[in-house]
């Protein structure tokens, strides 16, 4: 009795079965779902890093600070060295410690005027967007509100500021108000457009068919897609916030002086850079210049990861 000898199919259809056998019926291993979750993870906590650190420095700032950063500690405009590593401003001050002191009070200011700007751009651009077209004293409202957002965005953010800090003082809360009106119709014209899009879709008629009020309406269907250009531009309003407090500063109407203050830093060593003492504007324009950068990371960070 005589073997029979396998035939080519026979052969291989154990290998086939498996995967493994010619190179046209070889399969790629599926590529795991955690995989790019994962890497996704990772790049989201980093873009979230800056922020934080940010938040740290502003809220550990002043107790980092090695010396007392209202008080003459040395020389004037001493360069830096082992003993004051950030030198020293015109008047003495030790500037490593103005640096840290000052994260506190401008990060405050910039987040204050960030959450009034979006809460108010919010509820002025979705009366403005969704009865501007309606008659009576709601459609009258809504018209003066959008003619006013006009006029506000109309006036320079910088004397806006200079005129109210002039009549009402020059303290932190003062110039975060003041900063918030001028800054509101730059989020708040973007609610407009977007609430002036949204409300005429299907799904709105299909809630007031439903029985809805048109406050339902307007908070559970307008407001939820109409926000995200506000949320995404908060990262532009903390950053105008920072720089227009810094400006203030600079020219001598923000918080006064010896107060640690980006803006009011950089006048002071304004002169100094001139005949080469650079330290004195490099370091509070760094950390001005990092408070912007890492707010625009924060946002970048949600929206990659909504990618």
Avoid at 151 to 166: C, D, E, F, N, T
Avoid at 208 to 216: Q, T, V, Y
Avoid at 270 to 282: E, I, S, T
Wanted: hydrophobic content about 50%; overall charge positive; proline content about 7%.
């Amino acid at each position: 009795m005589t073997a029979t000898a396998p035939t080519p199919d026979s052969a291989t259809a154990p290998e086939a079965a498996l995967g493994t056998g010619s190179p046209a019926g070889a399969r790629k291993a599926p590529r795991t779902s955690a995989t790019k979750p994962r890497h996704r993870r990772v790049g989201f906590w980093l873009r979230l890093l800056p922020f934080a650190i940010l938040v740290v420095l502003a809220v550990l700032g002043p107790w980092l600070a090695p010396m007392d950063p209202e008080r003459v500690v040395g020389p004037s405009s001493s360069a830096p060295d082992g003993e004051f590593w950030f030198g020293t401003d015109a008047n003495g001050m030790d500037v490593l410690s103005r640096v840290l002191a000052a994260f506190r009070l401008d990060v405050t200011i910039a987040i204050a005027v960030t959450a009034l700007t979006t809460v108010l751009a919010i509820v002025i651009g979705l009366v403005a967007g969704m009865y501007d077209s309606h008659r009576g004293p709601l459609g009258w409202a809504a018209r003066l509100l959008g003619r006013l957002i006009d006029l506000v965005q109309a006036i320079p953010v910088m004397i806006a500021g200079l005129v109210v800090v002039s009549f009402f003082g020059r303290n932190s809360l003062v110039i975060s108000l003041a900063l918030a009106v001028v800054l509101v119709p730059f989020s708040a014209r973007l609610m407009r457009t977007e609430v002036g899009v949204v409300k005429h879709a299907g799904y709105l008629d299909a809630g007031r068919l439903s029985g809805e009020s048109e406050l339902r309406i307007l908070v559970r269907r307008v407001l939820p897609n109409s926000l995200l250009p506000v949320i995404e531009n908060t990262s532009a309003i903390f950053g105008m916030a920072i720089i227009f407090c810094a400006a203030l500063g600079f020219l001598g109407v923000g918080v006064p002086v010896p107060t640690a203050e980006w803006g009011s830093m950089l006048a002071t060593g304004a002169p100094d850079a001139a005949v080469g003492r650079w330290w004195g504007v490099l370091f509070p324009s760094l950390a001005l210049g990092y408070a912007v950068w890492s707010a625009s990371t924060l946002i970048s960070a949600f929206d990659r990861d909504k990618g």
